[in-house]
């Protein structure tokens, strides 16, 4: 059941973002009075249409919608959407338009700027509904993070090798100071730091960065947990150890003799002790006691713990809108970082490139709408900037050889804009074979 769930939530936050950014080419085509043919929620490779306004079951429904200059419809491959823009070479490969002379009503009649705004259109909806998101999620949900300053770090196995150790708080990566705990792992890859300040008890130590483990950093999740101290709040009703000399503030410091220095420390010792007493050592003020615990058959002792001290800002819905913008411009950087690291081989960094199956993983086993906002506004963002990467095929592509036009006043061809469409689909497919296949590696491990 937890699969249909993302699945479905999935779906939706694909066909939602697809149309919002094909939306953005559609309302700038229609501005300046440019033919939009189709529009298409998905591929319909090889004219396969699951509905269409033009033909089937959808158009003898509603007759009167084969009368529309467009046609609006759903194919059948879900690996994107497109807006088919008369006189545009785009990904359809539609070249028939070039056998006749230019129309007014053509994209390529138009003048550059507007053809321009047509194709930066898409990007733009994308970060606009970021923005709208974002602003959301803040004025419902407010801002709740854990700060980065006081908190100690849990690593594993990665962490521990690059040497990092259990209760260090990180200070500074090179000159830059986190700020939320949550993002330490992704500021250490983005920032790719040479050196990581660290207190380590009352010593303040520089620990420097092997940049050959970078590609591991990205691949392996999980390197910094919060160090939670084994700080009793209470004695939850359930409880086998409910009603014993138990009290608020008792700090667990051993489990029969073995050192706990964190609730992390205490579950692997729990779990061989499960449904048996165990002797528990406890700091009580200035007072070291030991008492005798019941551990329940999941390998808990059933007692509340004290929260890590989160922090939560609060906005109305006027101070959102600007929250919610530097939130977005502030993903769209840390996206960019990622994509450069990507972009160097030497990190190893395309290794973490995942497809459709990595983007499913990510949403929650059960609905919940903080949850879907953010990862919609985060892949709307991840749509945007990748559109704009100068590559053939993409966006980014067709407005550099537009603005080369604008520079230079040279219209590239169309037979050399259809070449390098074929080189730009060439280039996507690689990279979507590369995404498949680390997922499919990740899914065999």
């Not at 823009?85 to 359809?92: H, L, N, R, T, V």
């Not at 070291?288 to 004290?306: C, E, H, I, P």
Request: overall charge negative; proline content about 4%; charged content about 20%.
């Amino acid at each position: 059941m937890t699969v249909i769930i993302q699945i479905i939530q999935f779906v939706i936050a694909l066909g939602l973002l697809i149309a919002i950014h094909e939306l953005g080419h559609f309302f700038f085509a229609k501005l300046f009075g440019i033919r939009v043919d189709k529009f298409f929620l998905f591929f319909d490779a090889s004219d396969v249409k699951l509905l269409s306004t033009k033909t089937g079951w959808f158009s003898k429904l509603f007759p009167k919608a084969r009368n529309l200059e467009t046609e609006y419809g759903i194919g059948w491959l879900p690996l994107g959407g497109y807006c088919k823009i008369a006189g545009m070479i785009d990904e359809s490969m539609d070249t028939d338009h070039l056998k006749s002379e230019p129309q007014p009503w053509e994209f390529r009649s138009k003048p550059a700027w507007q053809r321009l705004c047509v194709m930066a259109g898409g990007v733009l909806f994308n970060f606009i509904f970021a923005i709208i998101a974002y602003s959301s999620i803040l004025a419902i949900w407010g801002d709740t993070y854990l700060g980065n300053k006081g908190s100690k770090i849990y690593v594993n196995e990665l962490a521990y090798e690059m040497g990092f150790r259990n209760g260090d708080e990180i200070l500074m990566l090179d000159d830059y100071q986190p700020e939320d705990f949550r993002m330490l792992q992704a500021d250490l890859a983005r920032h790719t730091a040479q050196k990581a300040i660290i207190l380590r008890g009352n010593d303040t130590i520089t620990l420097y960065i092997d940049h050959s483990m970078i590609g591991d950093v990205l691949n392996t999740p999980g390197m910094f947990d919060l160090a939670v101290p084994f700080k009793v709040k209470g004695v939850s009703e359930n409880s086998p150890n409910f009603g014993s000399d138990i009290m608020e503030g008792d700090m667990i410091f051993s489990i029969d003799s073995l050192s706990v220095s964190f609730v992390q420390d205490a579950w692997p010792i729990l779990e061989e002790r499960r449904g048996c007493t165990a002797e528990v050592g406890i700091i009580r003020g200035r007072d070291t006691l030991t008492r005798m615990m019941q551990v329940d058959t999941a390998g808990k002792l059933g007692v509340l713990l004290v929260q890590p001290d989160f922090q939560k800002k609060e906005y109305t819905l006027i101070s959102a809108i600007p929250a919610g913008l530097k939130k977005t411009f502030s993903t769209i950087g840390g996206y960019v970082q990622d994509l450069k690291l990507v972009a160097t081989p030497s990190t190893e960094a395309y290794k973490s490139l995942g497809s459709f199956i990595s983007i499913g993983q990510i949403f929650p086993p059960m609905w919940d709408w903080y949850s879907f906002l953010s990862i919609i506004a985060l892949l709307s963002v991840m749509l945007g900037v990748m559109n704009l990467l100068p590559v053939p095929a993409l966006d980014g592509g067709h407005m550099v050889f537009t603005i080369y036009e604008m520079i230079t006043g040279s219209k590239p061809s169309d037979k050399f804009l259809y070449i390098m469409q074929i080189i730009g689909m060439l280039l996507i497919f690689g990279l979507m074979f590369l995404a498949f296949g680390n997922d499919i590696a990740r899914l065999l491990r």
